[in-house]
């Protein structure tokens, strides 16, 4: 029984107050706006942060928390708000990306004051450990293991060991700018997770996946998808990215298969490598990103967005798996 029925059968005087697409649109941007004068200068997060945001809001974020968000002198707002959030709270779940890492900088992260280098920073340093330049993080909140990424020398190739044992990680290397022709690199799958399904939620694991995040247009963005989205960002006041394609190595489905990520519409996949693949050998890959985002995001966006972030992942937290697999020469190819 709905809340107007129930009231109607019990003789409780209520009103009804409708919203539209443009009141709800109103409620977002003003709470945007009562959280800016909050803190009239928030910490500026550095550009790794745009890799995490978007694990974080869906793993660590509860209605309470976004409850807290919604107090303010209107209750109109207040009741768009929540509505917004209540509704579109479960598309989110568990997703691609968290980052830690909340050093401040007094720069805008999206805009680096120095100009960015046309590479990708290798996996290890001088020392063989690995470069700070990918930045390692994990599932704030929950008691879920962080994978493991080692910089390792195997065949006499220097490459990245990604080994996960009923749990997740990602690496994200922040890189600014317009998106090279290709992406390349070599990767092996030695042990891969025996349970994953990607497409469903219960499965959604990889023992090895690349991604790339774009700074897409918010007006590109479908309304609902939008709405979540600066929700998300108000209530934790992280930058979530807006578009991230991953290519995945998977074993279930054959290469050429794609789809949204089933927590979220805004990370989506391409399996690269499936089941026509053997495990246990190195395979060359190389991806032409503007045709690979047309082909997941061309529907929303006629042009490619700035790149802000590569990462790479390994997770077997929801099937309670592991896995291993190799990732090596990570490169843009002009």
Not at 228 to 252: E, F, H, M, V
Request: aromatic residues 8%; proline residues 8%.
């Amino acid at each position: 029984m709905n809340a107007r029925h129930e009231t109607r059968e019990k003789n409780i005087a209520f009103e009804v107050t409708h919203y539209d697409i443009d009141d709800l649109d109103r409620a977002v941007r003003s709470e945007q706006i009562r959280r800016r004068q909050r803190e009239p200068h928030p910490p500026a997060r550095t550009p790794a942060a745009l890799g995490g945001a978007l694990s974080y809001m869906v793993q660590g974020l509860s209605m309470r928390h976004i409850r807290q968000h919604l107090t303010g002198p209107c209750l109109a707002h207040r009741h768009a708000l929540h509505s917004i959030a209540t509704t579109l709270l479960f598309i989110w779940g568990l997703s691609c990306f968290y980052q830690t890492s909340q050093a401040q900088t007094p720069t805008d992260p999206t805009r680096p004051s120095t100009p960015q280098s046309p590479h990708l920073s290798p996996f290890a340093n001088t020392q063989g450990t690995l470069n700070p330049a990918w930045q390692l993080s994990g599932i704030p909140g929950k008691k879920i293991a962080v994978s493991q990424f080692e910089p390792v020398v195997l065949a006499h190739e220097p490459a990245l060991k990604l080994s996960s044992q009923h749990s997740y990680g990602v690496l994200t290397h922040t890189w600014h700018g317009a998106a090279p022709a290709e992406l390349a690199w070599r990767w092996r799958v030695d042990q891969p997770v025996a349970q994953a399904d990607i497409t469903t939620k219960t499965g959604d694991d990889a023992a090895a996946k690349v991604c790339v995040m774009f700074k897409q247009p918010m007006a590109d963005i479908p309304f609902l998808q939008r709405a979540a989205l600066s929700l998300a960002r108000a209530a934790t006041g992280q930058d979530i990215p807006n578009a991230t394609l991953c290519y995945i190595w998977d074993t279930k489905y054959p290469a050429g298969t794609s789809g949204h990520n089933p927590y979220t519409a805004r990370v989506r996949y391409i399996v690269v490598n499936g089941t026509e693949t053997p495990t246990g050998r190195w395979v060359s890959q190389s991806r032409p990103i503007a045709q690979d985002f047309a082909r997941l995001f061309g529907s929303e966006s006629a042009t490619l967005p700035p790149v802000i972030a590569v990462a790479i992942g390994a997770d077997s937290d929801n099937t309670h798996g592991s896995s291993v697999a190799y990732v090596a020469q990570l490169r843009w190819n002009p």
